[in-house]
């Protein structure tokens, strides 16, 4: 990750661009949701040559949605309250023509059935179906409704059909993403923490470190959401691959264990301000080696290493040993706390560097030499999105 503020090249950041898994998700899903439309609104003017059907691109971009599951579930009800504008058009229409007075109540009717339960959010485009059905001139003619509502069937039926046979999406690419960048940050904190400690800048430090985890649970509120996404994603998608997205136990796993390493993260950012309020003691008999456990569990971490997380665990044990002999009792609820800690966080992050890298399919429109030769270290192996 490049510092804060720091100018990257733009070639650069299009390089980056073009590896991550956000991007190609979001630009699949644009290009799926134009090629329905279009589709759609080819269909029934050309095929089924229906005078201006404007309503079959319409109902087509309600449909796709950025799952299989959410385009029936949420499809239905928008594609419901398209079907509803164009009913309430036809009746205002036919029964005060139109002039201002009909907009107004249009816009009124629309909006007052979208607070029903079923179409909570849709009243909008309720309003939006039937302020354009009629004022096209269309809702006075029985007929015209008739074909409107074909319209609107011809773009249901072919957003279903693209978003459940065209690369239905699975979220998977993003969501281990998230996963991956996670614990790449958890090593990088306890390293900057280590940092602090050995220069004596504890104290000054402290409120940027718990800072950085406040930074670091919202990564992992992003992180849930998109595993749940992900999951989501699997239901009704006739991807082989799904099923075992259906019930990701271990990403989800994964997370848990990250969620408790960054509260212990915040606990020992805590501690050591405590710490640095005693009279110096502890430099000698503590600091030093905590230091360098402290360094090496975040290299570990970074280079997800289970085997050097475990040494580092070994080496904490017989740092215990050694203060066990030191005769500093009142200084021991600051060793206590700081190691325990760590501990914690080597035991939670043992199995997430044990998982890594997870597996992910290529990136779309990418080779896969090309994604290996450029993503390069780490980044190239990053499984999933």
Same mark, same amino acid.
């Given at each position: 990750?490049?510092?804060?503020?720091?100018?990257?090249?733009?070639?650069?950041?299009?390089?980056?661009?073009l590896?991550?898994?956000?991007?190609?998700?979001?630009?699949?899903?644009v290009?799926?949701?134009?090629?329905?439309?279009?589709?759609?609104?080819?269909? /029934? *003017?050309?095929?089924?040559? +229906?005078?201006?059907? $404007?309503?079959?691109?319409?109902s087509? %971009? #309600?449909?796709?949605? =950025?799952?299989?599951?959410?385009?029936?579930?949420?499809?239905?009800?928008?594609?419901?309250?398209?079907?509803?504008?164009?009913?309430?058009?036809?009746?205002?229409?036919?029964?005060?023509?139109?002039?201002?007075?009909?907009?107004?109540?249009?816009?009124?009717?629309?909006?007052?059935?979208?607070?029903?339960?079923?179409?909570?959010?849709?009243?909008?485009?309720?309003? /939006? *179906?039937?302020?354009?059905? +009629?004022?096209?001139? $269309?809702?006075?003619?029985?007929?015209? %409704? #008739?074909?409107?509502? =074909?319209?609107?069937g011809?773009?249901?039926?072919?957003?279903?059909?693209?978003?459940?046979?065209?690369?239905?999406?699975?979220?998977?690419?993003?969501?281990?993403?998230?996963?991956?960048a996670?614990?790449?940050?958890?090593?990088?904190?306890?390293?900057?923490?280590?940092?602090?400690?050995?220069?004596?800048?504890?104290?000054?430090?402290?409120?940027?470190?718990?800072?950085?985890t406040?930074?670091?649970?919202?990564?992992?509120?992003?992180a849930?959401?998109?595993?749940?996404?992900?999951?989501?994603? =699997?239901?009704?998608?006739?991807?082989?691959?799904?099923?075992?997205?259906?019930?990701?136990?271990?990403?989800?796993?994964?997370?848990?264990?990250?969620?408790?390493?960054?509260?212990?993260?915040?606990?020992?950012?805590?501690t050591?301000?405590?710490?640095?309020?005693?009279?110096?003691?502890?430099?000698s008999?503590?600091?030093?080696?905590?230091?360098?456990?402290?360094?090496?569990?975040?290299?570990?971490i970074?280079?997800a290493?289970?085997?050097?997380?475990?040494?580092v665990?070994?080496?904490?044990?017989?740092?215990?040993?050694?203060?066990?002999?030191?005769?500093?009792?009142?200084?021991?609820?600051?060793?206590?706390?700081?190691?325990i800690?760590?501990?914690?966080?080597?035991?939670?992050?043992?199995?997430?560097?044990?998982?890594?890298?997870?597996?992910?399919?290529?990136?779309?429109?990418?080779?896969?030499?090309?994604?290996?030769?450029?993503?390069?270290?780490?980044?190239d192996?990053m499984?999933?999105?």
């Open positions: 990750m490049s510092p804060s503020g720091a100018v990257r090249d733009p070639r650069e950041r299009w390089r980056e661009r590896h991550d898994p956000v991007f190609w998700t979001e630009t699949l899903q290009v799926k949701t134009v090629a329905a439309a279009v589709a759609a609104w080819f269909l /029934a *003017t050309h095929v089924f040559h +229906l005078p201006q059907s $404007f309503l079959a691109p319409w087509a %971009l #309600l449909v796709v949605h =950025a799952t299989v599951y959410r385009t029936f579930s949420e499809g239905a009800r928008q594609v419901g309250a398209a079907v509803l504008g164009v009913v309430v058009a036809w009746g205002v229409g036919n029964l005060l023509g139109l002039d201002a007075t009909a907009v107004a109540v249009v816009l009124l009717a629309g909006l007052a059935v979208g607070t029903l339960p079923w179409l909570a959010g849709q009243g909008t485009a309720i309003a /939006a *179906t039937a302020l354009i059905v +009629l004022t096209t001139g $269309f809702a006075q003619d029985g007929n015209m %409704l #008739l074909m409107r509502l =074909a319209d609107t011809i773009g249901i039926g072919v957003g279903l059909l693209v978003n459940l046979v065209v690369w239905p999406p699975l979220r998977n690419r993003t969501a281990i993403s998230a996963l991956n996670l614990d790449d940050e958890i090593g990088d904190l306890l390293q900057t923490i280590g940092d602090g400690l050995a220069a004596g800048r504890a104290e000054d430090e402290v409120a940027d470190w718990i800072d950085r406040r930074v670091l649970d919202e990564d992992l509120d992003r849930w959401g998109l595993v749940r996404q992900a999951r989501e994603s =699997a239901r009704l998608n006739p991807r082989r691959s799904a099923v075992e997205l259906r019930n990701p136990k271990l990403w989800m796993g994964l997370l848990k264990r990250e969620e408790q390493a960054i509260a212990e993260t915040r606990s020992m950012a805590q050591i301000l405590h710490g640095t309020g005693e009279d110096g003691e502890w430099i008999a503590f600091r030093e080696p905590y230091v360098v456990l402290l360094r090496d569990t975040g290299a570990a970074l280079a290493d289970p085997m050097a997380i475990l040494e665990r070994d080496r904490l044990n017989r740092l215990v040993d050694r203060l066990a002999e030191e005769s500093t009792p009142r200084l021991w609820p600051v060793y206590g706390g700081l190691i800690n760590l501990r914690n966080i080597i035991d939670a992050m043992d199995e997430v560097a044990k998982a890594n890298p997870l597996d992910q399919p290529p990136l779309p429109f990418l080779r896969a030499d090309q994604v290996s030769g450029t993503s390069g270290e780490r980044g192996q499984s999933g999105a």
